[in-house]
């Protein structure tokens, strides 16, 4: 933790990484939630469409922005896997879900993870953004004073 990042404003980080160890077993989960005849073509088609944004190239933000690129490709593929798992009894969710070796609570906790994620990246986008600001608003202002004086004396 820096001095100018507060206790509680901490990076979500042991949820992040959790969120980021649990990939695979949704990949296993997404994979064998396609080819589950109990679900309908369109609960199909959402995880078809989910796994196209994934590889996409084109996303609503960009993968080339660290973190925050990947962050909305994962939130897309586990809310198509979430509405698939809706498409069955809550048993056979249940089951699908420890197939996978997943927790029937991981799914919601890890959106909401990215939701405190992104929050976070937000909040500490507009610290110092804010910053920024001051330290040009500061410099602009003894520029102006220096250039004001100069202008005095040659005058």
Do not use: C, N
């Not at 990484?17 to 989960?29: K, M, N, Q, S, T």
């Not at 939630?33 to 109990?38: E, N, V």
């Not at 309908?40 to 959402?46: G, V």
């Not at 909305?72 to 879900?97: F, K, M, S, Y």
């Amino acid at each position: 933790m820096t001095g100018e990042q507060s206790a509680g404003d901490a990076f979500p980080r042991d949820r992040f990484i959790a969120l980021v160890g649990r990939f695979p077993r949704y990949a296993r989960l997404a994979w064998h939630l396609a080819r589950d005849d109990r679900l309908s073509r369109a609960r199909q088609a959402a995880l078809l469409a989910g796994a196209a944004y994934l590889v996409s190239p084109i996303d609503l933000v960009p993968g080339i922005i660290p973190v925050v690129g990947q962050l909305d490709d994962a939130a897309a593929v586990l809310l198509a896997i979430r509405h698939a798992l809706t498409g069955l009894p809550p048993e056979d969710r249940e089951a699908a879900l420890a197939g996978a070796g997943l927790d029937p609570r991981a799914l919601d906790d890890d959106l909401r993870t990215i939701r405190m994620t992104y929050a976070w990246l937000g909040r500490r986008a507009a610290r110092i953004t804010w910053r920024s600001a001051k330290t040009v608003a500061r410099v602009s202002s003894r520029l102006g004073r220096s250039l004001a004086a100069r202008v005095r004396r040659e005058a």
